[in-house]
């Protein structure tokens, strides 16, 4: 079945920079894109951008361009997001979430979550 | 960039009729997602492009969409159905595409 294993909690002090990674399994790694989600405590989504892992070309959500690197690395079928210049409105929880294409495709299964707390 | 509208809440009987509208400007042109998020779970997709329901949602959910709104419908309304629920579009409108997601609709089943 498939499952995306995302790394665990983290406690950030602010300025500093959290990376969080995704680990697929149950199908095809590179046949599907992947998407960074976040919430915050009590709002809504908000999308972060997206990788395609198969030849891990990246499109930002223009809030975070400069801040935001997703990396992949086919052998352990395992996608990264790093944020950077943490700040205390950064505290949410992060979610990898699979696409089977770029453009207008559904997000059809989504990780866990991770929650990142950016806190002093 | 593309904005979605969602009502902030939505409240129904039990056997009833939810209704949870997603407007924006002729969003009828473009493919509508849905997702049901539970407190303390990841997204689920209920809908895809507009009225198609995933293996294993219930056909009490259905979709529609046309001119500058999107509704998901829930039929005979159960305890479990209450949750958030948000839309998602593909935004080509801007010079940054990019997914855009509804403020979200929490939905209380009196």
């Known amino acids: 079945q498939v499952q995306l294993v995302q790394s665990g909690a983290e406690v950030i002090k602010p300025g500093a920079s959290v990376n969080v990674s995704c680990k697929s399994s149950g199908y095809t790694f590179i046949n599907y894109y992947m998407h960074w989600v976040r919430q915050a405590p009590g709002q809504g989504l908000e999308w972060m951008g997206i990788?395609?892992?198969?030849?891990?070309?990246?499109r930002n959500a223009q809030k975070f361009q400069g801040r935001v690197t997703m990396t992949r690395d086919t052998s352990r079928s395992t996608v990264y997001m790093e944020l950077s210049s943490l700040r205390s409105d950064d505290t949410a929880v992060y979610y990898c979430?699979?696409?089977?294409?770029?453009?207008?495709?559904?997000?059809?299964?989504w990780g866990q979550g991770t929650l990142v707390i950016v806190s002093s | 960039s593309f904005v979605l509208t969602q009502p902030p809440s939505v409240s129904v009987a039990p056997g009833k009729t939810a209704r949870i509208t997603c407007g924006g400007d002729n969003i009828g042109t473009k493919s509508v997602h849905w997702y049901q998020q539970k407190p303390g779970q990841a997204p689920l997709l209920v809908i895809y492009?507009?009225?198609n329901r995933p293996s294993g949602i219930p056909e009490r959910f259905s979709g529609s969409n046309s001119g500058n709104a999107a509704t998901l419908t829930i039929n005979r309304v159960e305890a479990g159905d209450e949750a958030d629920y948000y839309c998602?579009?593909?935004?080509?409108?801007?010079?940054?595409?990019?997914?855009?997601f509804g403020g979200g609709t929490k939905v209380t089943v009196l």
């Open positions: 979430a699979r696409s089977r294409g770029t453009g207008a495709a559904a997000i059809d299964f």
């Open positions: 990788i395609n892992p198969n030849g891990g070309y990246t």
């Open positions: 998602q579009v593909w935004d080509t409108d801007s010079d940054h595409p990019g997914v855009v």
């Open positions: 492009y507009d009225t």
